[in-house]
């Protein structure tokens, strides 16, 4: 065993050794402490829950046994960031310190900076790198989808061939409990690990994803065709990288094969589809850009207009806790509704436009404050991702300022998604009985109320009079030279710049110049539209 200085490095979300730039440059220097520092604190946070740690171990389970295989394995350590480090320094030299930037929560921004500022007071060098098309200090959005391609054109970084092992005790995972986490069951829940992530990548590519582009958009088809990387990405055991590079791969050789062989409606199918994911890749880093860019995202509104448009909190005893209670535990009397967030109960996963349904039914419907709902959803989501989730929350919930507000209809998206009830059926046995034309309105058809097992609540709203109500609320803010200046500056800073985008086969559309000339007045950007924004994974 080596006595040189070594080298930490610090895995947070990038629980892998595939593509791992720190771990690589980090092994060309010299003796490799790979460290994982399990931090108490982090998940006393109110966006985090016991489906997340259990993933999480799963995660480390694997890394360790690729760590292993090279000689030295994972360290876990239990404490806060800066004590456990600063408990190696004492023991160790540290030559020092990798990871790869991280756009976390705000309680891991407020870790980090007090982690830079430990290193800087001993003199250790600590090197971040970026993970993924996330830039960190962005100057301007100008030129970003470009940029997204070159880095995702770059080789990945292979991992070390052996690691000199070193002499760190690694100290035994706390559970969920020793953490303080309420019990989460979660039957349904995807698995963890490197091993889990290569299946469902490979899988998606070869055989799932042939409709991904029809069937993304209901809950009937969409688990089977959507990719299901999201929480691999958000954990990290596949890089942004690898996932943009296969399905580049997987799409060139369609193409070969379209040009040797007759075309098919199987092979147009593909090809439709993995260019509808290359570009939810994309978006799924534009969205965490906006975190990274203004991290104030996950705790206010985006447009300040909106400071006081909605209660603030749920306070106990009051009509928003009777309606935020109902919502979060699927108990609303809208069957579609109800089922999506049964569904997302069980399973810790469902399709993004039904997301966007469950926020938005919140947010209008039942007017509750985005803050509250979008934690209780961030617990749900085994996929839980802050860069994305918060801008989505505020999104859906029409406080950016620069995005369409969309009001789902709840009965209609039942309709349209769940036509004849199986998705309503399968989540909400009690409704079991009810014919397919009274499944998605149960309350217009008092003669069939008796059919209905006893215990399924009556509507929690008018849906519709709720809907106009808060439109006019929401559409009354939107109103005024200072709003309107106000969503420039934010379209500006955080708005998309579409063009340079490949593999589309079509224009690009709402391309904007890299440079602007001050003497030409920019008109105002259009709002995007939901439809733009769609994140299935």
């Given amino acids: 065993m080596s006595l040189r200085p070594l080298h930490v490095v610090w895995f947070k979300r990038d629980l892998r050794i595939a593509d791992h730039a720190p771990l ?58 800066v004590d456990v480090l600063e408990a190696i320094r004492v023991r160790s030299s540290i030559a020092g310190m990798w990871s790869h930037e991280e756009t976390g929560n705000g309680w891991t921004f407020d870790r980090d900076k007090a982690v830079g500022r430990w290193a800087r007071s001993h003199g250790i060098e600590w090197t971040e790198l970026p993970q993924n098309g996330v830039v ?32 760190v005790q690694s100290e035994p995972l706390p559970s969920a409990a020793d953490l303080g986490l309420a019990p989460d069951p979660c039957p349904d829940r995807q698995r963890g690990g490197r091993e889990a992530a290569i299946a469902d990548l490979d ?104 400071d006081g448009l909605r209660p603030v909190a749920i306070v106990s005893g009051s009509i928003e806790e009777a309606r935020f209670q109902a919502w979060a535990t699927g108990t609303t009397g809208f069957p579609f509704v109800d089922a999506c967030m049964r569904s997302l109960i069980h ?63 709840p009965v209609k998206q039942g309709y349209d998604q769940d036509p004849t009830g199986v998705f309503v059926r399968r989540w909400l046995p009690e409704l079991a009985e009810l014919p397919d034309h009274a499944i998605h309105e149960p309350w217009r058809f008092s003669d069939l109320r008796s059919i209905a097992s006893e215990g399924y609540p009556d509507r929690i709203v008018d849906h519709e009079a709720a809907a106009r109500e808060a439109r006019d609320k929401v559409w009354g803010v ?42 030409t007045p920019r008109k105002r950007a259009k709002p995007a539209t939901t439809s733009q924004m769609k994140l299935d994974f």
């Fill in 24 to 81: 690589t440059l980090a092994a060309q220097r010299g003796p490799v402490l790979p460290l994982y520092i399990l931090e108490p604190e982090l998940w006393r946070q109110p966006d985090l829950s016991g489906r997340h740690f259990a993933f999480l171990a799963e995660c480390l389970g694997s890394l360790n046994r690729d760590l292993s295989r090279l000689g030295q394995p994972l360290a876990v350590l239990t404490g806060e960031a």
């Fill in 136 to 167: 960190r200090r962005l100057p301007t959005r100008n030129g970003w989808a470009a940029r997204w391609e070159r880095t995702m054109a770059r080789p990945p970084a292979e991992p070390p061939r052996a690691l000199q092992p070193i002499a």
């Fill in 203 to 306: 899988s998606f590519l070869l055989r799932r994803g042939q409709n991904y582009r029809f069937e993304m958009s209901s809950p009937l088809t969409a688990e089977a065709s959507c990719s299901r990387l999201s929480t691999h990405l958000a954990f990290g055991t596949l890089s942004m990288l690898e996932v943009a590079q296969a399905t580049r791969a997987r799409y060139a050789d369609l193409q070969a094969e379209r040009e040797t062989a007759p075309r098919t409606p199987d092979g147009a199918a593909w090809a439709k589809s993995l260019i509808s994911f290359t570009g939810r890749l994309h978006w799924h880093c534009h969205f965490m850009q906006k975190l990274e860019s203004e991290p104030a995202i996950e705790f206010r509104n985006l447009h300040r207009a909106y």
């Fill in 347 to 409: 399973t810790g996963w469902i399709n993004f436009r039904m997301r966007a349904m469950l926020v938005a039914f919140a947010s209008y419907q039942l007017w509750l404050p985005w803050r509250p709902t979008g934690l209780h959803l961030a617990r749900l989501f085994t996929d839980y991702e802050p860069g994305i989730h918060w801008p989505q929350v505020q999104m859906q919930s029409g406080t950016t300022g620069i995005n369409t507000v969309r009001m789902y209809n």
């Fill in 478 to 519: 939107r109103k005024g030279q200072s709003f309107r200046r106000a969503a420039d500056a934010i379209q500006d800073e955080h708005g998309s710049r579409k063009s340079g985008m490949p593999m589309t086969g079509q224009r690009s559309t709402g391309q904007r110049a890299a440079s602007r000339s001050t003497a």
